[in-house]
């Protein structure tokens, strides 16, 4: 269960130096591991970006209630969490339709399956390896170089639902090869 | 799973990802996810997927010399205990294509990391946790930036503090430059300025050369206009105040308004009687001035005013290398002001006075003409830069034999009765010395 919202704090304490470095250093490792957490509950990355952002800020500010050797991933997720709810919450932002419930659901469930994503992370670097040259120059100029779709297709003369079917092709080829490296492992 | 469901899976998790999902298809995705636990495990595959494409990609693509991102320093991490060592130097939290081109131009010792001067990057957040990294944007703005530093790049042009110091320097084509903080929102009008968001607690933003227009965070009503000198703190309830001194050297370009001085500094801090009492600041266009602590920072060349261009010249052999303050020159016309500096040791104190006026009583009394002077080359701002006047202050010395605080007076002793018989001189100088 996602524990209770924590209540903001009209004037967040100072923090010793220590107690930053073990700020950025917690969050630093956390991450990756945060930003698909919220992803899972926004349904997009920009917008979990933006998310994880304002989430970022408000820990910074709460950080003071941290106690130091207990689970950070635990206390950032419920930040997020509620993070996440605002965002959905407001409409016109949003990409997805999740109510409360189905929201509790898939934070309840991530936030334990999320911290398996390096097993993953892994796997998707051998997939990714077996992609044809044009493939991974689709996904390198689309993830990395952050051209959009649209402008790809009218360099290439072409609708822009053929390099959404290109890159659906290719988000489903990685998804199965990586459910076929992770059962691997695992047997 | 039939192969037709996970297809229509698969087209359902692409349409959203895609941005392009319609609402009907949206209401389908909850309504799956809500029914199936296999598919919400294929969802969290997707998210993972979504993410670690753009991390190794930035990894692949990035030069050995540029800051990895995230995933990569966590996967590291995870491998060795040992790269906790890493998280302690500089690195940047995370990527984004949407991030904000940059050079790298200085990294200093303390922030032991992955970044050398001459890497260029593109980031939207770094955080660092020690150390000082100088950096200019794609649109010409230079910053340095002390640690522990929580950044956002949120355009060329604009940069959202959440903790850490910054000094700007924006040049002419980064006028409109905006830096905000938890507290304030700070408008660029062409300049070099400061803004210090290290404490929780309150922002302070201090102006070295130029002008700056100040917001409390939320705010359309302007707060202040910030001209060279000047300075304000801002606390989270919402109370803004004059900061009164700023300690800090030219050469490393560090500053700080806080509370605590340099190890090694004899002046540890400078007040006035007008920063006391709230009714009588009003009254004084000084209400926004700060003095300006410069350990060690006394020589030829050396500003003589925090909010002027003017400078001290044949400054005495004896006399380089002293703590300087950098008094303010609005000041210059106030005959009631009391000046208190704090001295952390036994020292040889010095007051510049202007010769052309009456030497003020306090400083016939307390201090001893050493015969020797300083040259003040007075710039005014209507010069373009250029040496309008050299005018000789007479060096007055007194020997503080114990730590503590030394009240000194102000230029003139008295309303000048007839202003004709006083040039309008510039504000006196304070230097201090450690005694051998």
Request: with cysteine; net charge neutral.
């Amino acid at each position: 269960m996602v524990p209770e919202e924590p209540q903001p704090s009209p004037t967040p304490p100072g923090l010793s130096p220590e107690r930053q470095e073990l700020f950025v250093r917690e969050l630093n490792g956390a991450h990756a591991l945060l930003l698909r957490y919220v992803l899972s509950l926004v349904g997009n990355r920009h917008d979990a970006e933006d998310v994880l952002q304002r989430a970022s800020v408000v820990m910074w500010r709460r950080f003071g209630t941290f106690e130091p050797g207990t689970d950070f991933i635990a206390w950032a997720t419920t930040v997020a969490f509620y993070e996440a709810r605002n965002f959905l919450r407001v409409a016109g932002r949003a990409r997805v339709e999740f109510d409360d419930e189905l929201l509790q659901t898939l934070a309840d469930e991530r936030a334990q399956q999320v911290r398996r994503w390096p097993a993953r992370m892994e796997a998707l670097e051998i997939c990714v390896e077996k992609l044809e040259p044009a493939q991974r120059e689709l996904v390198d100029a689309i993830y990395t170089r952050g051209v959009e779709p649209a402008e790809i297709a009218r360099q290439q003369g072409r609708a822009v639902q053929t390099l959404y079917n290109k890159l659906n092709f290719i988000r489903r080829a990685l998804a199965e090869c990586v459910q076929r490296q992770m059962a691997e492992a695992a047997s | 799973m039939n192969d037709d469901t996970r297809t229509e899976w698969h087209a359902l998790f692409n349409a959203v990802l895609n941005g392009i999902a319609t609402d009907v298809e949206q209401r389908q995705l909850a309504t799956l996810l809500k029914s199936s636990a296999e598919a919400r495990q294929l969802w969290f595959l997707y998210g993972d997927n979504e993410c670690g494409l753009a991390e190794l990609n930035a990894a692949s693509r990035a030069p050995a010399t540029v800051v990895r991102p995230a995933f990569w320093t966590a996967r590291r991490a995870l491998a060795a205990a040992a790269a906790l060592v890493f998280f302690l130097g500089l690195s940047a939290l995370w990527w984004s294509r949407r991030g904000v081109e940059m050079e790298v131009l200085r990294v200093s010792e303390s922030a032991v990391g992955r970044w050398k001067a001459g890497d260029t990057m593109r980031a939207r957040h770094l955080t660092w946790v020690r150390g000082t990294v100088e950096m200019r944007l794609a649109s010409g703005v230079r910053l340095k930036v002390e640690a522990p530093a929580v950044l956002e790049f949120v355009g060329p042009m604009e940069l959202r503090v959440v903790a850490g110091k910054v000094t700007a320097d924006v040049g002419e084509a980064g006028k409109g430059f905006v830096i905000e903080t938890p507290e304030t929102r700070v408008v660029d009008l062409g300049t070099v300025f400061g803004v210090d968001a290290s404490s929780t607690a309150r922002t302070d933003v201090v102006v070295f050369k130029g002008q700056v227009e100040l917001f409390q965070k939320g705010a359309k009503e302007r707060l202040a206009l910030l001209n060279q000198g000047e300075g304000m703190r801002v606390e989270k309830n919402r109370r803004a105040s004059r900061i009164v001194s700023v300690t800090g050297s030219d050469e490393s370009g560090s500053w700080s308004a806080q509370e605590r001085p340099p190890e090694n500094a004899i002046i540890t801090a400078v007040g006035d009687s007008m920063s006391a009492n709230d009714e009588e600041a009003k009254l004084w266009p000084s209400l926004r001035n700060f003095y300006r602590i410069v350990p060690g920072g006394l020589g030829d060349g050396a500003l003589a005013f925090a909010d002027a261009e003017d400078e001290w010249s044949n400054v005495p052999d004896a006399l380089i290398g002293a703590d300087q303050v950098r008094t303010f020159v609005v000041d210059s016309q106030n005959w009631w002001m009391k000046l208190t500096v704090e001295l952390s040791r036994p020292c040889e104190l010095f007051v510049f006075v202007d010769q052309r006026n009456p030497v003020p009583h306090w400083v016939r009394n307390e201090f001893t003409d050493t015969g020797k002077t300083v040259t003040l080359d007075f710039k005014p701002s209507q010069a373009g830069g250029r040496v309008a006047k050299q005018l000789p202050y007479a060096i007055w010395r007194r020997v503080v034999e114990k730590p503590g605080a030394v009240t000194l007076g102000a230029p003139y002793d008295n309303p000048p009765a007839d202003k004709r018989s006083f040039n309008p001189n510039r504000m006196f100088g304070v230097a201090a010395k450690a005694l051998r």
